[in-house]
Every structure is written in C-alpha cells, then in structure tokens.
C-alpha cells in the first residue's frame, strides 16, 4: 500500500486521515464529521484494506462501504481498487443504473470489498448475493445524504445483518439529530473526531468566496447570465429545486450562447454519462443540476458552484459550496435569493460561521467593462504567442494608407469585441435591486365575507405546514422512506423538511412545509411511486 501512495503522488496524510488512522487501525468504531474533499476516502480505506489483508478468508465480502449515489460508488471503488492494487483486493461497486446480471457475476466471482448503495445493496441481500455474515468492517460514507434520500430504514436493515463483532465507521459532512441515533444504535463506544472547515488566516481570502445578490425570481435567468459572464468561470454547477426548472434553465443558457448541461433524475443513466462525459472532456462549462442528480459528483476543474435558490436546508448549502476550493484553490459559491429568503442565508451563515457577502447584480457597464477586458486579455494573448500574424500585415497596411492607424486598431477592437459577445449589450438593461425582507408569512386577515380563511397547521419546529394526500399506500409496499425519497429526490425539499407520514392501506398522507405543498405536489404528479404513477393532492 505505501508503494500505491508513492506512486499516487501522496506524502503526508491529511487532518481526518492523520486523525482517524490509527484508531481504525486499533479496531474502534469510529464517527467522523468532515467536510467533502478532507481526503476521507483514504482516510477509512487505508485502514479496510490492510485489516482485511491480513485476516479471514479471500474472496467473501469482508468489507461493505455504504454511499448515496451510485457516481460516489464509483469513485470510491476506483480509489480502493488503486490503495490495494498490490495486495489484489478484490473490489465490486453495486448500485442502480447498472445491469444487475453484471453484478451477480461478480459477487459469485468473488469480493473482498463491496460498495453499494443502500436499495441496491438490500436488492442483493434479498436474493441471497450478497453475504455479509463475514465482514470485518462495515463504513458509512456521507451518512446524512443518505438519511437526506430516504434510506433511514434501509440502513438500519443492512446493520441489523452485520455481525456484532465488525468495526462500524460512519462519516457524515453534518451531524443532525439523526446521525447520533443510528451511531447509537450501531456504534460499540466509537472514536469521535470533528474536522473544523479550515478557516482563512487574518488577512487572507477564504478558500471559498461565498456571495448572494437578492433579486426578484422574474429576473433571475437574466441576472445568472450576467454574473456568469462577470464571473468567467472554468467550469460550475448551477443547483436548482426541480428537475423541471433545470431543463428551463438549460434551455435558457443555452438559448444566451451557454455551452450547458442538464442532470437530473428524469434522464436515463445512459445520458448522465454522456453528460458527465463532456464536462470532464471539457467540451461543456456548465452544469444545471438537482441536488440529488449531483451528488457524488467530483469534478477537478469545478470553480464556482450557484444556488439558483437558497437551499432549504443550511446542511445542503454546506455540501454544496464543499466541491469547490479543494486542495488550496480558491473556489466560489454564489447565491440568487429571493427577498423573503434573505433570513434563510442568515441561517446558513450562523451554521457554516462564515458571511456572506451581499452584492450588486453587475451592471451593464460593469458587463462591459469585463467584455472589454476579455477583448484586451485575448488580443494581448495573440500578440505575445508564437502564432504567424504576418499573414494580416497585407490587411493591416492596406487599410493605414487610407485611415489612421489608430482608427484601424480601433475598429478591429470593436469587431473582436462584438464577436465575442458584446454586441448583446445593447439589447440589455440594469436589472433593478430587491431590497431583502421579513420572511415571515404574515397574518390571515380572512376573506371578503370577513371569515378567517382556513390556516395550516404549524409544525412542532415552527413554520406551517400542509398534509398531502397520495395515492398510493400499504397495498402498494409503500414505506415512510418512499414517501420521504420521493419528495427529497424530486424537490428542493430534505429528507428533514418533510413532516408526519400515516400510510393507509391504499393511500397515505405526508405532511410538507406549505410554502412548497404546489411545487411537492407537481413534482410527485410527474414522477413515480413503487413504479407506479399516483394520485397526489392537498388533504381534504
């Protein structure tokens, strides 16, 4: 394995792994909180890998990773596979998208470590292919994505299976309420190690510049293309609630010159290849994505990450803004909100201990001014290459013995100028401020009749809150986790914004924030249950 880390390029561990090796090493259970991108694939497969070389049978699953999506599977098989090339572990990825026969010949090939998805995982369990009597050790990576996706269950069904004796590793980016109930219930006395985000020293810029402009949602499609051309960035993820408003968004890009990508959960596995494909080639720049499409995704050259909304929850604007300013780049995270969504940043600021910076939607001056900046930075960039422009000298002299050469270098500057974009300049207009406000909803005044109009019910955490009816219940094998899944996975919802759940033999009712019930009730319209399409609409 130090031969592996040699050749990778690595020399000296990171703070999870400097912290969390040699206790895994002992044996101890171990809860982590870290940030994505500390270095924690490392930082329990090293560990895995040298415990499981040394004891047990080879070729049975001596080691199970969790993960939430089937892209982190991916990467974190690859990794395990590059550590233990040279002690020939065995590693199979299992997850969704993929042609379970495949998977089956594997397993039955044989497998030192396994990495799977929850429903995927529980899928094999159920079909007697995967065997988790004689593991050693059993980790959960990005613990609360998964209770975030509706896994709650599936994951204490996989743990019950385990045996007592397998060392139990979670890591989690945040550690919400939830978290430190299943380490209970899961964890022997575990090895508690917190990872502090890295704080900028005095006088230095953070590694993540993090920024909001507060704008009305009409003119929010305007105001991203303006901040993207102020901004010029290599590559970025623009996060959206719904799967709907991606495709929107893309198509609007798209329509301004944009070379960009939709990823969501409505596109077949095939096609977020495909799209992930061009982003790393770099044939594409930008990403408009759902949360739940893009998670597990780790792109090298990701420079800015936009919320076209504040995240509902503070713990999803942390994960976020965690795939940018990795390995002491400075990355930068940009919020579009909504007047009455300007307390939620303050949330935000009070979890992450870092502000946010409110700012000015650039101007049209300013976005000329960084046009003509690009012109000059392209032109400089001609002139100081190696590149023949001897072949313009003809054009060049042709036109200076009839004009000035100063009006020649001019109007060649406004022809470089308008094709790169500046001519729409002239079609655009200053998009006006949105002064932040209250959010709080304000008082029910009642109708014209002078009767108070029906209220939500209020939540026990405060807010209101409106109980869906969904048809589809019992009968249909629906547990609290589809219901949950669903909701988190089609809207900008969490897994923890969702409320009361009570299934019924053909239907249930899920409670839901009232402020989102149209959008929750669209989107679970759109998609399906168990399979299956389902009747979705308010209680009563």
């Known amino acids: 394995m130090l031969g592996a880390l040699a050749v990778l390029g690595y020399e000296e561990p990171t703070p999870i792994q400097a912290q969390t090796i040699p206790p895994l090493l002992e044996g101890r259970d171990l809860l982590g909180e870290a940030a994505t991108g500390t270095g924690k694939t490392a930082a329990f497969a090293l560990p895995l890998l040298q415990r499981i070389s040394g004891e047990g049978e080879r070729g049975v699953p001596r080691a199970l990773v969790l993960v939430p999506t089937r892209e982190l599977a991916m990467q974190v098989s690859e990794a395990i596979h590059r550590y233990g090339r040279g002690l020939g572990a065995r590693v199979v990825p299992v997850f969704g998208g993929q042609p379970i026969g495949r998977q089956l010949r594997a397993l039955e090939q044989g497998a030192d470590v396994v990495v799977a998805t929850p429903g995927r995982a529980l899928d094999h369990l159920s079909r007697g292919t995967l065997h988790l009597e004689r593991l050693a050790v059993v980790v959960l990576d990005e613990a609360d994505e998964m209770l975030d996706m509706g896994f709650a269950e599936d994951i204490d069904t996989i743990l019950a299976g385990t045996p007592d004796e397998a060392q139990t590793v979670l890591f989690s980016a945040t550690m919400p309420a939830r978290i430190g109930a299943i380490a209970r219930r899961h964890l022997t006395d575990p090895v508690r190690i917190r990872i502090a985000r890295e704080q900028a020293a005095a006088g230095e810029a953070p590694l993540v510049r993090q920024s909001a402009y507060v704008l009305a949602r009409a003119h929010k499609p305007a105001a991203l293309a303006r901040v993207l051309d102020v901004e010029s960035p290599a590559a970025a993820i623009v996060f959206c609630r719904t799967r709907i408003e991606v495709d929107q968004l893309a198509d609007t890009l798209n329509g301004r010159g944009y070379s960009a990508e939709a990823l969501h959960g409505g596109m077949t596995q095939e096609q977020r290849d495909r799209v992930m494909g061009r982003l790393r080639?770099?044939?594409?720049?930008?990403?408009?994505?759902?949360?739940?499409?893009?998670?597990?995704?780790?792109?090298?050259?990701?420079?800015?990450?936009?919320?076209?909304?504040?995240?509902?929850?503070?713990?999803?604007?942390?994960?976020?803004?965690?795939?940018?300013?990795?390995?002491?780049?400075?990355?930068?995270?940009?919020?579009?909100?909504?007047?009455?969504?300007?307390?939620?940043?303050?949330?935000?600021?009070?979890?992450?201990?870092?502000?946010?910076?409110?700012?000015?939607?650039?101007t049209v001056a300013d976005l000329r001014a960084r046009r003509l900046e690009m012109v000059q930075a392209t032109v400089r960039e001609a002139i100081l290459q190696d590149g023949d422009l001897d072949g313009f000298r003809v054009v060049v002299e042709t036109l200076t013995d009839e004009f000035d050469v100063m009006e020649v270098a001019l109007a060649a500057m406004k022809v470089a100028h308008s094709a790169l974009g500046g001519a729409a300049e002239d079609d655009e207009q200053d998009i006006p401020e949105a002064a932040p406000r209250d959010d709080r909803p304000s008082r029910d005044r009642g109708d014209a009749t002078g009767r108070g109009k029906p209220r939500p019910r209020e939540r026990r955490g405060g807010g209101e809150t409106t109980r869906l009816f969904i048809g589809a219940g019992r009968s249909s094998g629906v547990r609290p986790a589809d219901l949950v899944g669903a909701v988190a996975g089609e809207t900008r919802l969490t897994g923890r914004d969702v409320g009361a759940i009570e299934i019924f033999d053909r239907f249930s009712l899920v409670e839901v924030p009232a402020a989102a019930a149209d959008e929750v009730i669209a989107a679970l319209k759109a998609t399906t249950i168990k399979g299956k399409k389902a009747r979705v609409k308010r209680e009563g």
């Open 281 to 362: 080639a770099g044939t594409s720049d930008l990403l408009i994505a759902t949360d739940v499409a893009a998670r597990g995704l780790d792109i090298d050259q990701l420079t800015h990450v936009v919320n076209y909304d504040v995240p509902s929850a503070p713990e999803s604007y942390v994960h976020r803004i965690g795939r940018v300013g990795r390995a002491g780049r400075e990355g930068v995270a940009i919020t579009l909100a909504e007047p009455r969504e300007h307390r939620m940043l303050k949330n935000i600021e009070r979890l992450t201990g870092q502000r946010i910076q409110i700012l000015k939607v650039p």
